[in-house]
């Protein structure tokens, strides 16, 4: 089908290993966009999240990108809606805004320049130091950036569902139990479970430091959906995935698997090559701002 309808498959590391497995390409969030800014493809399926979709479109308005399932969302982008973001602006004039990826079109074209967590220090460190700077949705991510660049950009309060939830507990206790392993941690985690890491940052720093580095476990601190492809690459190592904190009612959740990431199937794959649908549409007016920052993202890193 994709040869047939000229169309390639893009997958997220945190999709299910099937889709990985079938995919043309497999990236982090930053990757996906620069894969989807150079293809040649007529048509690109998007296996990841809606934002992710929408950032491939806004990219490349003449082709075709098609999101297996709509409903994929995000806890995090869905925390920063476009009016909230517009209200917070005009309450700080003279502010810039820098985005997350992690953010609808609609919250892009108010921003003045988007990032990922594989280029946010880098970005932020381009920026002039006399700017004011708005930083949202995610607030571990920005408390991080403010730490390791020693801005003061002011912080919008959302966050990941799934990262929020790593243990903190449950990290000191596999590290007493693994006293050799590297813990690596995702920089949406919040800021005492990255105090406890030795690597932080996005799925692909984290990949290629295991790729890269002689030791043999590894206790991961990010969405499930990586260990595929981290143990993939690395079949004779050994990786550890943090569990979530338990819940009140004392049952332990699948918290460390986003459930939007998982919302794609191979048969939704399947079924959106075939027909065509759902593919995604933007507003022309919301995608000429939109993607004047990740432009200028892409330029900057
Ligand atoms: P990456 O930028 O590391 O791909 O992360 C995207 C994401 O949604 C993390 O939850
Ligand atoms: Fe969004 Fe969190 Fe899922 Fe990433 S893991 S797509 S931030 S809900």
Known sequence: LCNEKDAIILAHYYTIGDIQDIADFVGDSLALARKAAETDAKVMVMCGVHFMAETCKLLSPDKTVLCPDLNAGCSLADSCKAEDLRKFKEEHPGYQVISY???TAAVKALTDVVVTSGNAEKVVDQLPEDVKLIFGPDYNLGNYINEVTGRKMLLWNGSCHVHERFSVKEILKLKERYPEAVVMAHLECKGPVLALSD????????LQYAQQSDKQQFIVATEAGILHELQRTCPDKEFIP?????????L?????ECQ????????KVY??????QPAIEIDPEIAKDAVKPIERMLQMS
């Not at 690597?199 to 984290?206: D, L, N």
């Not at 332990?252 to 460390?256: D, G, I, W």
């Open 199 to 206: 690597v932080k940052g996005s799925t692909a720093a984290m």
């Open 271 to 276: 079924n959106a090559l075939k027909t065509g």
């Open 260 to 267: 939007y990431m998982k919302m794609n199937t191979l048969e």
């Open 252 to 256: 332990e959740c699948s918290c460390n």
């Open 242 to 250: 943090v569990p979530p904190e338990i819940s009140e009612s004392g």
């Open 101 to 103: 990826v992690n953010t």
